[in-house]
C-alpha cells in the first residue's frame, strides 16, 4: 500500500499507546510500518530533499501534532506516551484522527495561529493535497517547482545563444563540476580539433592524466538526436586514439541512442536539456542565490542533563 500521510497515521499512533505505557518512539514508527504493511523500499523512500525518510517524517509529524492538541506527551527524550485526553478521544470511538478535529483544543489552535503569523498566509486548505503533507514535504515540493521552473528557463535561454557560447558554456560547466583544472586551461581545447563530431576536449583531472572529448549540439526542442548522431561522435573519437566522450545536447536523445553501447572499450556519457539545465543549477552556472532558508530541529544533546 502507499506510504500514509500524516493525518492518515494519527489514530493508529494514538492506539498504539492507547494501554497508558511510555513508548520508545523509534519502536513505534517500527510497529506503524508493520500495520501499514510497508515494504522495504516503501521505508527506504527519502524526501526530495533526500534528508529524511518519508514514513518517518510523517510519523514524526503525526506526533507533533497531536503533542501540540494534548493527546500526546514526551515524558523524556525519545519517549512518547497517551494523555488522559488522548484516551478520552480513543473511548469516544472516532472514525479518524486529523486537524479537523484536533482543533477543538485551544492548544491546538493557538498551534496554527502560529503558523500562520510565522508564514504570513494563511494554513492550507482541508482536504488539499497540501494539508495532507507535512510541512517539510510542502517545502520540498514547492523548492521542486521553482527548480523544475527555472529549468525550463535556463533550457529555452540556452537554446538561443551562439553556438560558440554553447560550447564555452559546456566547458565552464565541466570545469565546476570537478574537470579539467581551471577555464583557462579547458578553454584551449575550444575549437582546436577540427574534427567533425568532436567540439572540444577537457582533462580528465587537474593533471590531464586523460583527456575527454566534447559533442556538444544546441538543438531545439523536437530534433531529437538519434543512434547515426552517436555512430559519428564514435567514430570521432577513434579518429584521435580516444576512449572516453561526453555528448551533450539542448534538446533530448532517441530511445536507440539511450540503448546504444559501442563495442570497443569507448565510453561516452549522455548529458540532455534537462540533465544539462540540472547540472547547471547544482553548479550554480548561469543561476544566481536568490534566498535561501535554513530548517532547524530541536538539538535533544543541548538539553540533556549529565
Same mark, same amino acid.
Given at each position: 500500500?502507499?506510504?500514509?500521510?500524516?493525518?492518515?497515521?494519527?489514530?493508529?499512533?494514538?492506539?498504539?499507546?492507547?494501554?497508558?505505557?511510555?513508548?520508545?518512539?523509534?519502536?513505534?514508527?517500527?510497529?506503524?510500518?508493520?500495520?501499514?504493511?510497508?515494504?522495504?523500499?516503501?521505508?527506504?523512500?527519502?524526501?526530495?530533499?533526500?534528508?529524511?525518510?518519508?514514513? %518517518?517524517?510523517?510519523?514524526?509529524?503525526?506526533?507533533?501534532?497531536?503533542?501540540? $492538541?494534548?493527546?500526546?506527551?514526551?515524558?523524556?527524550?525519545?519517549?512518547?506516551?497517551?494523555?488522559?485526553?488522548?484516551?478520552?478521544?480513543?473511548?469516544?470511538?472516532?472514525?479518524?484522527?486529523?486537524?479537523?478535529?484536533?482543533?477543538?483544543?485551544?492548544?491546538?489552535?493557538?498551534?496554527?495561529?502560529?503558523?500562520?503569523?510565522?508564514?504570513?498566509?494563511?494554513?492550507?486548505?482541508?482536504?488539499?493535497?497540501?494539508?495532507?503533507?507535512?510541512?517539510?514535504?510542502?517545502?520540498?515540493?514547492?523548492?521542486?517547482?521553482?527548480?523544475?521552473?527555472?529549468?525550463?528557463?535556463?533550457?529555452?535561454?540556452?537554446?538561443?545563444?551562439?553556438? $560558440?557560447?554553447?560550447?564555452?558554456?559546456?566547458?565552464?560547466?565541466?570545469?565546476?563540476?570537478? =574537470?579539467?583544472?581551471?577555464?583557462?586551461?579547458?578553454?584551449?581545447?575550444?575549437?582546436?580539433?577540427?574534427?567533425?563530431?568532436? %567540439?572540444?576536449?577537457?582533462?580528465?583531472?587537474?593533471?590531464?592524466?586523460?583527456?575527454?572529448?566534447?559533442?556538444?549540439?544546441?538543438?531545439?526542442?523536437?530534433?531529437?538526436?538519434?543512434?547515426?548522431?552517436?555512430?559519428?561522435?564514435?567514430?570521432?573519437?577513434?579518429?584521435?586514439?580516444?576512449?572516453?566522450?561526453?555528448?551533450?545536447?539542448?534538446?533530448?536523445?532517441?530511445?536507440?541512442?539511450?540503448?546504444?553501447?559501442?563495442?570497443?572499450?569507448?565510453?561516452?556519457?549522455?548529458?540532455?536539456?534537462?540533465?544539462?539545465?540540472?547540472?547547471?543549477?547544482?553548479?550554480?552556472?548561469?543561476?544566481?542565490?536568490?534566498?535561501? =532558508?535554513?530548517?532547524?530541529?530541536?538539538?535533544? %544533546?543541548?538539553?540533556?542533563?549529565?
Amino acid at each position: 500500500m502507499p506510504i500514509p500521510d500524516y493525518q492518515t497515521i494519527m489514530l493508529p499512533l494514538l492506539k498504539l499507546l492507547a494501554d497508558g505505557k511510555e513508548y520508545v518512539f523509534k519502536n513505534v514508527i517500527q510497529k506503524l510500518s508493520i500495520q501499514f504493511e510497508l515494504t522495504e523500499d516503501d521505508l527506504n523512500q527519502l524526501l526530495p530533499s533526500g534528508q529524511s525518510f518519508i514514513f %518517518d517524517n510523517r510519523v514524526g509529524w503525526a506526533r507533533t501534532y497531536l503533542k501540540k $492538541a494534548g493527546l500526546l506527551a514526551s515524558p523524556k527524550r525519545g519517549m512518547i506516551v497517551i494523555t488522559p485526553r488522548g484516551i478520552d478521544i480513543l473511548s469516544k470511538n472516532p472514525a479518524k484522527i486529523d486537524n479537523t478535529l484536533l482543533k477543538q483544543f485551544p492548544e491546538f489552535l493557538e498551534f496554527q495561529n502560529l503558523k500562520r503569523e510565522n508564514t504570513g498566509s494563511a494554513l492550507p486548505i482541508e482536504n488539499s493535497q497540501a494539508e495532507k503533507q507535512t510541512p517539510e514535504e510542502v517545502i520540498d515540493d514547492a523548492y521542486q517547482n521553482i527548480r523544475q521552473s527555472l529549468a525550463l528557463e535556463l533550457i529555452d535561454t540556452i537554446r538561443g545563444i551562439s553556438p $560558440a557560447f554553447f560550447e564555452r558554456l559546456v566547458v565552464e560547466l565541466l570545469v565546476k563540476m570537478g =574537470y579539467g583544472g581551471s577555464i583557462k586551461d579547458a578553454g584551449k581545447a575550444i575549437g582546436k580539433t577540427g574534427d567533425e563530431g568532436i %567540439d572540444g576536449t577537457i582533462k580528465e583531472d587537474k593533471l590531464g592524466l586523460d583527456i575527454i572529448y566534447i559533442q556538444a549540439k544546441r538543438w531545439q526542442a523536437g530534433n531529437i538526436v538519434g543512434r547515426p548522431e552517436l555512430h559519428k561522435f564514435v567514430g570521432a573519437l577513434a579518429g584521435q586514439g580516444a576512449k572516453k566522450g561526453i555528448f551533450i545536447t539542448t534538446s533530448s536523445f532517441s530511445k536507440d541512442a539511450l540503448n546504444y553501447s559501442p563495442k570497443n572499450e569507448t565510453k561516452i556519457v549522455l548529458i540532455d536539456g534537462v540533465q544539462l539545465a540540472q547540472l547547471m543549477i547544482d553548479h550554480n552556472l548561469g543561476v544566481s542565490l536568490q534566498r535561501s =532558508y535554513e530548517i532547524k530541529r530541536l538539538d535533544n %544533546d543541548y538539553f540533556e542533563e549529565s
